[in-house]
C-alpha cells in the first residue's frame, strides 16, 4: 500500500513538473524549445497532449509563418485538431494548408484530410444534406487536383456513397409524400426523382408511387385539368410497364390503367 501511494505521489508530481514545464515554454520566446516541446506533445497518442501542442503550434506559426517551422506547425494544428476530433477546426487548417503552402509535399495529404473531415461532418440521411454536398465537392475538389493519387479510388468510392445517401433522402421524400396521401406533392417529387436518379434502385417503387398518385390526382381533379392528368397517368403506366415488365405491381396499375381509359373516353364523348 505504501508503495502504492509513493508511486501516485510520484506520478503527481511528474504531472505537475510537466504542467509547469509547458507553461513556462508557453510563456517564453524560446521558439525552438516551443517547436520541440510542440512535437513531442503532438507525437503522443493523448488527445489531451495534442491539444496542448495546438497553441506552441499557433505561436511558431504566427512568428515564423515562411519559415520550414511554420509550415510543420500549420499542418500539424490542423492533424492535431483532427486527431481530438475538432473536424470543423481540422478542416479549416487543412482546407486552407494547399493554398498557403501550394509547394509543400503535405499539400495532398492536408487537402485530403479536410476533405475526410467533411464526409465526417455529413449526418445520418434523413437530415439536412448540405454538409454531404460539402463533402462531395471537397472529394471532387482533391480528385481534381491530385489526379494521380493513390486515393482517387478511395475518393469515388466515398463520392458514390454519399451521393447514395443524398438519392435515399430524396426517395424517402417520395415516400413520406405517398403515405400522407399528398397526390400532386408525391407525384412532383416522383417525377423529380426519375428525372434525377434515372438507373436508382429505387425506380420501380417510385415509378409506380408515381403512377399511383397520378390516378388519385386525377380521380380527384377538378374538370378543367381532369383531361390533362388522366393522359399524364395513361403515359405513366405505359413508361412504368416499359420499364419494369415484371413488376408485382402490373394488376394493380392495369386496373387504375383501364379506369383511366374508360374515363377519358367518356369526357371526349362528353365535349
Same mark, same amino acid.
Given at each position: 500500500?505504501k508503495?502504492?501511494?509513493? !508511486?501516485?505521489?510520484f506520478?503527481?508530481?511528474l504531472?505537475?513538473s510537466?504542467?509547469?514545464?509547458y507553461n513556462?515554454?508557453l510563456?517564453?520566446?524560446?521558439?525552438?524549445?516551443?517547436f520541440?516541446?510542440?512535437?513531442?506533445?503532438?507525437?503522443?497518442?493523448s488527445?489531451?497532449?495534442?491539444?496542448?501542442?495546438?497553441?506552441?503550434?499557433?505561436?511558431? =506559426?504566427?512568428?515564423?509563418?515562411?519559415?520550414?517551422?511554420?509550415?510543420?506547425? =500549420? !499542418?500539424?494544428?490542423?492533424?492535431?485538431?483532427?486527431?481530438?476530433?475538432?473536424?470543423?477546426?481540422?478542416g479549416?487548417?487543412?482546407?486552407?494548408?494547399?493554398?498557403?503552402?501550394p509547394?509543400?509535399?503535405?499539400?495532398?495529404?492536408?487537402? !485530403? &484530410?479536410?476533405?475526410?473531415? $467533411?464526409?465526417?461532418n455529413?449526418p445520418?440521411?434523413?437530415?439536412?444534406?448540405?454538409?454531404?454536398?460539402?463533402?462531395i465537392?471537397?472529394?471532387?475538389?482533391?480528385v481534381?487536383?491530385?489526379?494521380?493519387? #493513390?486515393?482517387?479510388d $478511395?475518393?469515388?468510392?466515398?463520392?458514390?456513397?454519399l451521393? %447514395?445517401?443524398?438519392?435515399?433522402?430524396?426517395?424517402?421524400?417520395?415516400?413520406? =409524400?405517398?403515405?400522407?396521401?399528398?397526390?400532386?406533392?408525391?407525384?412532383?417529387?416522383?417525377?423529380? %426523382?426519375?428525372?434525377?436518379?434515372p438507373?436508382?434502385? %429505387?425506380?420501380?417503387?417510385v415509378?409506380?408511387? &408515381?403512377?399511383?398518385?397520378? =390516378?388519385f390526382?386525377?380521380?380527384?381533379?377538378?374538370?378543367?385539368?381532369?383531361?390533362?392528368?388522366?393522359? #399524364?397517368?395513361?403515359?405513366?403506366?405505359?413508361?412504368?410497364?416499359?420499364?419494369?415488365?415484371?413488376?408485382?405491381?402490373?394488376?394493380?396499375?392495369?386496373?387504375y390503367?383501364?379506369?383511366?381509359?374508360?374515363? &377519358?373516353?367518356?369526357?371526349?364523348?362528353?365535349?
Amino acid at each position: 500500500m505504501k508503495n502504492i501511494t509513493l !508511486f501516485s505521489l510520484f506520478v503527481l508530481l511528474l504531472g505537475v513538473s510537466s504542467c509547469s514545464d509547458y507553461n513556462e515554454v508557453l510563456k517564453s520566446e524560446d521558439y525552438g524549445r516551443k517547436f520541440d516541446m510542440a512535437n513531442k506533445l503532438y507525437e503522443t497518442d493523448s488527445k489531451s497532449q495534442n491539444g496542448r501542442s495546438i497553441a506552441l503550434y499557433e505561436q511558431i =506559426y504566427q512568428r515564423l509563418p515562411k519559415e520550414p517551422e511554420g509550415e510543420v506547425a =500549420y !499542418f500539424r494544428i490542423g492533424k492535431a485538431y483532427y486527431k481530438t476530433g475538432d473536424l470543423y477546426m481540422a478542416g479549416y487548417y487543412l482546407g486552407n494548408f494547399p493554398q498557403r503552402f501550394p509547394y509543400s509535399p503535405k499539400s495532398e495529404e492536408a487537402l !485530403f &484530410l479536410s476533405a475526410m473531415c $467533411s464526409v465526417q461532418n455529413s449526418p445520418q440521411h434523413s437530415l439536412d444534406q448540405n454538409e454531404t454536398e460539402i463533402a462531395i465537392n471537397n472529394l471532387q475538389q482533391f480528385v481534381n487536383r491530385y489526379p494521380k493519387s #493513390n486515393l482517387v479510388d $478511395s475518393c469515388n468510392n466515398i463520392i458514390d456513397r454519399l451521393y %447514395f445517401k443524398i438519392e435515399t433522402k430524396a426517395y424517402d421524400a417520395v415516400k413520406l =409524400y405517398d403515405k400522407t396521401m399528398n397526390y400532386r406533392a408525391a407525384a412532383s417529387a416522383g417525377i423529380t %426523382f426519375t428525372e434525377d436518379y434515372p438507373l436508382s434502385v %429505387f425506380s420501380e417503387e417510385v415509378n409506380y408511387i &408515381l403512377v399511383k398518385n397520378s =390516378y388519385f390526382l386525377a380521380k380527384n381533379s377538378v374538370e378543367a385539368k381532369k383531361v390533362e392528368r388522366i393522359e #399524364n397517368t395513361l403515359e405513366r403506366y405505359s413508361t412504368f410497364v416499359s420499364g419494369f415488365p415484371e413488376s408485382e405491381y402490373h394488376s394493380q396499375l392495369a386496373g387504375y390503367d383501364d379506369e383511366m381509359k374508360k374515363e &377519358l373516353e367518356l369526357l371526349k364523348l362528353e365535349k
